[in-house]
C-alpha cells in the first residue's frame, strides 16, 4: 500500500522566514501529488497539485512544490511566510489508476508568528 | 461555487447509539469519499463511492457503513457508536479523470463526540 510521510508536525516561524515542507511517498509508479491546506475553522482546500508536465508547480498565494521522481520527494515551498499562513498543510497523493484513491499524509501545523 | 455540505457541525452521542452523518454535493460528481481527521494521524479513508449504490472500503471501515442512494448525497453510518470514533468527519467529492480521482472538494467536517 501507499503511504505518505510528512517530515514535521508542527513548524513555527517569523514572519517573512522561507518555508519548506517535506513529503515523501513511498508508491514507485506513476503517481498524482496534492497539497492541500486547512486553515483555523475552514474547510480543507486544494493549495496545488501535479499531474505531469513541469516539476516545478505553482499553486495559490505564493506557495510552490517541487515534484522529484527518483528522491519520491513533493516537497512545499513560500519564500516569504505570512502570518495568514498559520494553517495545517497536507501532502497528498494517488496512484496514477483510474480507480485509486486519495493517501494524505499525517499533515504539518505551521505557526507563524507575527 | 462548488459546494459540499454535511448535515451536522457538531453532534454528541452515547456509546450504543446509531449514528447518521449525511453529505450533499451540488456539483454532480461522481466520486465521493468519508475521512476521518485525528490529531496527528491526519485523514484516513473511511470508505468511498465511484457511483450510485457503489461503496469500496477504504483503510479503516471497521465500525462504519455507508449508504449511497443517489448520486448528490453520501450518507456515514455508524451501527454503535463507540468512544473511539469519537472524532471529525470529512466528506469530500470530486469528478475522476482518466487517471485518478481528481481533485478533492471537501465540505466542512462534523465533530462528532462519543460519551
Known amino acids: 500500500a501507499q503511504s505518505v510521510s510528512q517530515h514535521n508536525h508542527h513548524v513555527i516561524l517569523s514572519e517573512a522566514a522561507s518555508l519548506e515542507l517535506g513529503c515523501n511517498y513511498s508508491?514507485?509508479?506513476?503517481?498524482?501529488l496534492f497539497w492541500y491546506v486547512q486553515y483555523p475553522g475552514q474547510h480543507l482546500q486544494l493549495l496545488l497539485k501535479?499531474?505531469?508536465?513541469?516539476?516545478l508547480v505553482k499553486g495559490i498565494k505564493g506557495f510552490e512544490a517541487e515534484f522529484i521522481k527518483s528522491k519520491f520527494s513533493f516537497n512545499l515551498r513560500k519564500p516569504s511566510v505570512q502570518w495568514s499562513d498559520t494553517a495545517e498543510y497536507f501532502c497528498?497523493?494517488?496512484?496514477?489508476?483510474?480507480?485509486?484513491?486519495?493517501?494524505f499524509g499525517k499533515g504539518t501545523m505551521l505557526l507563524v508568528s507575527p | 461555487d462548488v459546494k459540499v455540505t454535511q448535515s451536522s457541525r457538531y453532534l454528541v452521542k452515547r456509546t450504543g447509539e446509531k449514528v447518521f452523518l449525511e453529505c450533499v454535493q451540488d456539483?454532480?460528481?461522481?466520486?465521493m469519499f468519508w475521512y476521518r481527521q485525528d490529531p496527528g494521524l491526519g485523514l484516513r479513508l473511511i470508505y468511498f463511492?465511484?457511483?450510485?449504490?457503489?461503496?469500496e472500503k477504504g483503510d479503516i471501515p471497521e465500525g462504519y457503513s455507508v449508504s449511497r442512494e443517489k448520486k448528490e448525497r453520501f450518507s456515514l453510518i455508524l451501527e454503535s457508536a463507540s468512544t473511539n470514533q469519537t472524532s471529525m468527519y470529512l466528506c469530500?467529492?470530486?469528478?475522476?479523470?482518466?487517471?485518478?480521482?481528481?481533485?478533492?472538494?471537501f465540505g466542512e467536517g462534523s465533530r462528532l463526540t462519543v460519551l
Open positions: 469530500a467529492s470530486s469528478k475522476p479523470t482518466g487517471d485518478g480521482p481528481g481533485e478533492l472538494f
Open positions: 508508491y514507485g509508479g506513476t503517481v498524482n
Open positions: 501535479y499531474f505531469s508536465g513541469d516539476p
Open positions: 497528498a497523493v494517488n496512484r496514477n489508476s483510474g480507480y485509486s484513491t486519495l493517501t
Open positions: 456539483m454532480d460528481h461522481e466520486n
Open positions: 463511492s465511484y457511483d450510485v449504490k457503489m461503496k
